[in-house]
């Protein structure tokens, strides 16, 4: 009997149904498996992969005559994804949307929820939002879920739909007129036409030249204590402004005769505040100073911070905060643990009396985000370095140094600034400055400080002797230094970046992407860290000033933002600033399609056509630059495009050229390709190898190195060497 019952009790359970589950939907598998971890049984998690929706590829998508309705369709690659979603939601008792907490995500859960048809009476869905992937946030946010915030939801919508038309409507105007294969973008525009004019800027500068006259002193007493001093005036306090060579040796004369007194002497104590953490733009600027990380990189490497790493047996953790916001706000209890955490390490003296705030960082913030900082601040970059690769490690220890040096005590330095009054022939002439500052207190910059833009000068500081009012100097020699006024510099990512967001353009989702934009649209190049236009570039934007000139003026583009934000806030209506936007863009069309000339961009090389002799022309087709003879139509001979270098393929002996992959990336290989297969990401040099005579290759910033036995040169030595022989 007992086995008879046994036996009965087993057959009921297998035939009950599999117990529904909750399901929640987010946007990677990286972060499917913090949530999984975090939420434990009772809950199913799958990833859509990004976006599963979106307009149309090669149609316009957009029905302008209806109120601009998009027609959006299932992203091709997705509906397999798709389709595990919606069959897995009929295995569910309710359904979370968990995708981030932007518009970007906003729209991915609404655009998931009309995709797989998640929208029914029988099963609840919901919408749960947290800006960190913690324990306490995640579980706080599934007891207090709410609905699809549409408000969001149409600002994302009419930022797609306004970069469409955009893309759409210009960009066959641009293969008519220019070369077949162009696109522009709303934002992306702007962004080339700035980096264009700091390029005219820098071209169309004229240089001035101006002294500067410093003079070494030393008290009559002690005459081996000297330093130097700058002449910054006339005796009426009036700026000296020296512009050449015989103003110069005028001055230098009577300084020559002049008797140098102490006229003044100031004491201050310099109070220097920390910076404020991080939001999305100033952790690009900083990582590009202190990592040489690009926009992208950084922006992935925090992607994969943020959605959670697995930290031994703890599992995936999420390690910093939402990485995408523009908020300098820091919750409450993080404050506390950080003023705990300084308290503990540092001691009571490196803790301000209260909790450091900061005024969000600009006038064109979303939504009320917090900054990017440690989920956990005693969670110290050197207890899970073992658990991160070193990129990770690295932006994590600089959002964790940064997060925790504004909760600091501000440094302290003892400045003292002196004053000197130089009297030619028996009357005051000339004042002279010198200035030295001594570190008190360190403070904040034990932990941390923050990097300058190139260019961004500090003032000499000296080292000053014991001085007083009415002290008698002895002039002891003259310096003076000609000068020359420098151009603006060429952008760099971290410049750009800090100028778009100065002037309201773009925001923390898409600043990574427009540089990535307007490179891989071969419109602007990088050289050495620089931002150069390409001439094509030029091109473009020349026309979209001309003929379009309200698109690309960047107090329209700001505007255009704020209409944006205003949607967010459920201010704006959607529909209408597209119509605003839409109406005058239409017939700035009519009149350029009539009015633009076309653009000559046939470029003849020394190459010569196999079959008629006549020069070969550079041309772009769909996939790249290619030659064609300049006899087209009658002659339609094609070869294919390359740039030799110079040097010969360390194989072959034939030519190596420089070459572009699938992923627009520069890299070297042989012109008898397929026949030869040798190729390398590094520039080749002509000089051989002092070593073995193989290739040497340009593998560091003025350095060379052998392919074949990895021996290492500076390139001055090379040259060097080269000259001797």
Known sequence: MPRKKQTIRSKTKSNKEPRKQNLVIVESPAKARTLNRILGRGYTVKASLGHVRDLPRKTLGVDIKRDFAPKYVTVPEKKKVVAQIKEAATRA?????????????????????????????????????????????????????????????????????????????????????????????????????????????????????YWNIEVELAPVENQEASFRARLIASADGSKLDIHNKEETEKIVADLEDAEYTVASIQNKRIVRQ??????????????????HSTARHTMAIAQQLYEGLPL?????????????????????????????????????????????????????????????????????????????????????????????????AAALYDTTIVEISARVAGKDSYQL???????????????????????????????????????????????????????????????????????????????????????GREYVHKIEGKFHPEELGTIVVDILNEHFST????????????QLDGIAQGKNDWVAVLRDFYTPFEDMLEKASSNINKVDMT???????????????????????????????????????????????????????????????????????????????????PQPCPECGKLLVLYRKDWGKCLACGYKIKLSELEKQEVTS
């Not at 400055?433 to 500081?461: C, H, N, V, W």
């Open 312 to 408: 031994g047996k703890k599992g995936s953790v999420g390690l910093i905060t939402y990485m995408r916001t523009d908020s300098t706000h820091i919750a409450t209890s993080a404050i506390a643990e950080v003023r705990d955490f300084i308290q503990e390490k540092y001691g009571k003296e490196y803790l301000p009396p209260k909790a450091r705030t900061f005024a969000r960082k600009t006038k064109w913030a979303q939504e009320a985000h917090e900054a990017i900082r440690p989920t956990k601040i005693y969670r110290a970059p050197e207890q899970i370095k073992q658990f991160l690769n070193r990129d990770q490690l690295k932006l994590y220890e600089l959002i964790w140094k940064r997060m925790l040096a504004s909760q600091t």
């Open 93 to 209: 008792s309710s359904i979370f949307l968990a995708t981030d907490p932007d518009r970007e995500g906003e729209a991915i859960s609404w655009h998931l929820i009309e995709a797989a048809k998640l929208n029914k009476d029988d099963i609840p869905n919901h919408r749960v939002v947290f800006h960190e992937i913690t324990e306490e946030a995640v579980k706080e946010a599934f007891k207090n879920p709410r609905g699809a915030d549409i408000n969001l939801v149409n600002a994302q919508q009419a930022r797609r739909i306004l970069d469409r038309l955009v893309g759409y409507k210009l960009s066959p105007l641009l293969w008519k007129k220019v070369q077949r294969g162009l696109s522009a973008g709303r934002v992306q525009s702007v962004a080339v036409k700035m980096i264009v004019e700091r390029e005219r800027e820098i071209q169309g500068f004229t240089p001035q030249e």
């Open 433 to 519: 400055k010198a200035t030295s500052s001594k570190l008190r207190f360190p403070g904040f910059i034990i932990i941390y400080s923050e990097s300058k833009d190139e260019g961004g000068q500090e003032e000499q500081l000296v080292a000053l002797p014991q001085l007083h009012i009415g002290d008698k100097l002895v002039g002891r020699e003259i310096f003076p230094e000609q000068h020359f006024t420098q151009p603006p510099l060429r952008y760099n990512e971290a410049t750009l970046i800090k100028a778009l967001e100065e002037k309201g353009i773009g925001r923390p989702s898409t600043y990574a992407p427009i540089l990535s934009t307007i490179q």
């Open 551 to 562: 698109i690309v003026d960047y107090g329209f583009t700001a505007r255009m933002e704020g």
């Open 603 to 685: 470029k003849l090389t020394e190459e010569t056509c196999p079959k008629c002799g006549r020069p070969m022309a550079i041309k772009v087709g769909r996939f790249g630059k290619f030659l064609a003879c300049s006899g087209y139509p009658e002659c339609r001979t094609t070869m294919p495009y390359m740039i030799k270098i110079g040097v010969r393929c360390p194989q072959c002996g034939s030519e190596l050229i420089e070459r572009v992959n699938k992923k627009k990336k520069i890299f070297y290989g042989c012109s008898n390709f397929p026949e030869c297969q040798f190729a390398t990401s590094y520039k080749p040099i």
């Open 274 to 291: 920390p910076a404020p953490p991080f939001i999305t733009s100033t952790l690009q600027q900083e990582a590009w100073r202190k990592l």
